[in-house]
């Protein structure tokens, strides 16, 4: 008896969607990241500044998060209706 008679191989494609939402929310973290050190280095010398600094990175960190989320969703259901397509 053979293992090779599986069944057919999938092949999934990369997803264009997917990929971009990535691009979005791994640029929004880093760049919340970022402002965060500028934050702090600004910080000693102009306190009202590195507040406008502070809340910028606050903005760019929910947007990567929200994006994140978005992207884990956006993932869940291609996977279903790709089982439900297959079916």
């Known amino acids: 008896m053979s293992s090779d008679a599986r069944g ?7 997803n264009l969607a ?4 990535v691009a979005i929310y ?3 973290l880093i760049s ?3 402002l965060y050190f ?15 600094v502070f809340a910028w990175g606050n903005r760019l960190g929910v947007l990567g998060v929200f994006g ?3 992207h884990l969703a956006v993932g869940a259901i291609r ?9």
Do not use: Y
């Open 8 to 14: 057919p191989k999938i092949h999934r494609t990369p």
């Open 18 to 21: 997917i990929t971009v939402l």
């Open 26 to 28: 791994v640029v929004a």
């Open 32 to 34: 919340a990241i970022v």
């Open 38 to 52: 500028v934050g702090f280095a600004v910080r000693p010398t102009d306190a009202a500044g590195a507040a406008d």
């Open 68 to 70: 994140g989320m978005l």
């Open 79 to 87: 996977h279903i209706v790709e089982d439900n397509a297959r079916r």
